[in-house]
């Protein structure tokens, strides 16, 4: 998201620190600091011969940040 914020010239946003998390959910802490949403395209790259349109994130973020202009 940071790089979304400083492609468009956004604030960053803030953040709750870790400790203050823990006490206020204890369970929470766990599944919001410590998981992941990554997901991999490898399968569909080998088995269907597929291309992103944009190479990396950080172009894709570049032009979502020129389309919000």
Avoid: C, D
Wanted: aromatic share 12%.
């Amino acid at each position: 998201m940071t790089e979304l914020v400083h492609a468009v010239g956004a604030s960053v946003p803030w953040s709750i620190p870790r400790w203050a998390l823990r006490l206020a959910a204890p369970y929470g802490e766990f599944f919001i600091g410590e998981t992941t949403l990554r997901a991999s395209n490898a399968l569909a790259r080998s088995e269907l011969n597929w291309v992103p349109y944009v190479p990396t994130y950080r172009e894709g973020v570049q032009k979502i940040a020129q389309a919000l202009r």
